[in-house]
């Protein structure tokens, strides 16, 4: 740990998660990084072993020790249970074991004490029911045209995965730029309170997670979240044809304002490429945003805004645009014989919905076939949101269906599918075979399902096993 810096001292850390020092064989006094998993220790790491659903992770402290960790969380009840034991191997490893409460909300507060330490930075926050994986790529593609910038790598978006994103800030970064996301109720307030942006964008409210809130007033409430710790510079950035824009617009603190083709300051319009993406007219130039789709126009229009705001010229808003490209499994398009749409890392009903919009009005000389696999986490709206997809499928010119995943096949025996030659499947080597058999030069192919369905694992049967990623998780 010599060679790395250290983050946070034993003391600060102690005071910042409302935690008891038990024992403290720590020579540097310090951790230089941050791990959840014992895999990803490395010399010098705080651990924080979490409870999941199927494991504990407090089983993994001597693992996490023996690998170099030298600061390690416990909560009471593990400490009445296993303390001594944990103060021996701490000796043994030169570690320190601090006792908290709840090791997820030690993770949190810690989280939040350390990005305090950098109050000149600016904090960007993201979220949004789809689309805010991608924004935060152009976002950041645009910033770092002007400033050093921070993001989270992925989609490390969660009540875990942004904590342990912020402590990858230095001090030589200008801005940073975090997506929220969310899995429970809750869960933006808690992450928001960790960052406390003072700018933040809401991309969209749509249906995703509605299994898991019920209804999307509460999807709405939970990400409106993202403002609450605003002061009264807080600025935050709306679309402005949402259903909820009103509703989202009503907050204590700081201001807001939209985007869009009507709001986004300097857009007088845009030419649709298909999948070639957009020409954006904007103050008098013309930006290539290489993306497909009018959603992805919209969350260029969300980024020009935030921009434009933040004091970023046009010309650095168009450079930072134009290097944008395709994350894998959102809209990414891989060129060959056959044309594919890899859209496979998520969907709910609505992304879904203005991608089939897409793909229908794509003028297209050969077949247009699509891979529909199911939506997940929508609860007792699933069978219905299904059958409206399909619904919507069985009209857009398409040649042949492909329905994937017991929800997306269930559904599909509920539509009249005229002249469209459907084809349904539970198993994915049978699926690919099918693909296989019936994809031919010249084809516009369509994939998309929820991340759970890993429909990238058709790849290989399209003879684009290495441009699609196929080992991505």
């Known amino acids: 740990m010599a060679d790395t810096p250290i983050l946070m001292t034993i003391p600060q850390l102690v005071d910042a998660v409302h935690g008891m020092c038990i024992c403290n064989f720590n020579h540097e006094n310090g951790f230089s990084s941050v791990a959840t998993d014992s895999r990803n220790v490395l010399p010098g790491s705080l651990f924080v072993p979490l409870l999941g659903e199927f494991q504990d992770g407090h089983s993994f402290i001597p693992k996490a020790l023996e690998a170099g960790a030298t600061i390690v969380f416990v909560d009471q009840a593990h400490r009445d249970g296993s303390g001594s034991l944990y103060s021996v191997l701490a000796k043994r490893y030169d570690a320190a074991i601090i006792l908290v409460e ?10 939040q004490k350390y990005v305090s330490f950098f109050p000149e930075l600016v904090k960007i926050g993201i979220t949004g029911s789809s689309g805010k994986t991608t924004t935060k790529e152009i976002v950041g593609s645009v910033f770092s045209e002007k400033y050093s910038v921070i993001m989270n790598e992925g989609n490390l978006n969660s009540e875990t995965g942004l904590p342990l994103s912020v402590f990858r800030i230095r001090k030589e970064h200008e801005v940073g730029i975090f997506e929220l996301g969310m899995n429970r109720k809750g869960e933006i307030s808690e992450i928001a309170h960790v960052l406390s942006p003072s700018l933040a964008l809401i991309t969209n409210i749509g249906t995703a997670h509605i299994g898991i809130l019920g209804t999307q007033r509460a999807i709405a409430e939970e990400k409106k979240c993202i403002f609450e710790n605003f002061s009264d510079t807080g600025v935050g950035f709306i679309p402005e044809n949402d259903v909820w824009t009103d509703f989202l617009s009503g907050i204590p ?12 300051e300097g857009y007088t319009g845009y030419t649709n490429l298909g999948i070639d993406g957009s020409l954006i007219n904007y103050n008098g130039i013309t930006i290539h945003l290489s993306l497909p789709g009018r959603y992805n126009l919209m969350n260029a229009l969300g980024v020009i805004s935030l921009a434009g705001y933040a004091g970023l010229k046009p010309m650095e808003i168009k450079a930072g645009i134009e290097k944008v490209k395709p994350l894998f499994g959102r809209a990414e398009v891989i060129k060959g014989d056959a044309t594919i749409i890899l859209d496979c890392y998520n969907a709910n009903p609505d992304s879904m919905e203005s991608a089939l919009g897409f ?5 297209w000389e050969g077949n247009k076939i699509f891979v529909l696999g199911s939506m997940l986490e929508l609860g007792a709206e699933s069978l219905k949101a299904h059958e409206r997809i399909c619904r919507i499928a069985s009209k857009s010119g398409v040649n042949h269906v492909f329905l994937f995943g017991d929800e997306m096949v269930a559904a599909g025996y509920l539509v009249d599918w005229n002249n469209v030659l459907v084809h349904s499947f539970i198993d994915i080597d049978k699926l690919s075979l099918a693909l296989a058999q019936t994809v031919r030069s010249g084809d516009l192919v369509f994939i998309k399902g929820s991340r759970g369905m890993a429909l990238e694992r058709v790849c290989p049967a399209l003879n684009i096993r290495e441009k699609c990623g196929v080992n991505h998780g």
């Open 253 to 264: 603190r700081g201001s807001v304002r939209f985007f869009g083709p009507e709001s986004t």
């Open 102 to 111: 709840n090791t997820l909300r030690a993770l949190q507060n810690a989280a």
């Open 359 to 363: 793909c229908s009005d794509l003028e």
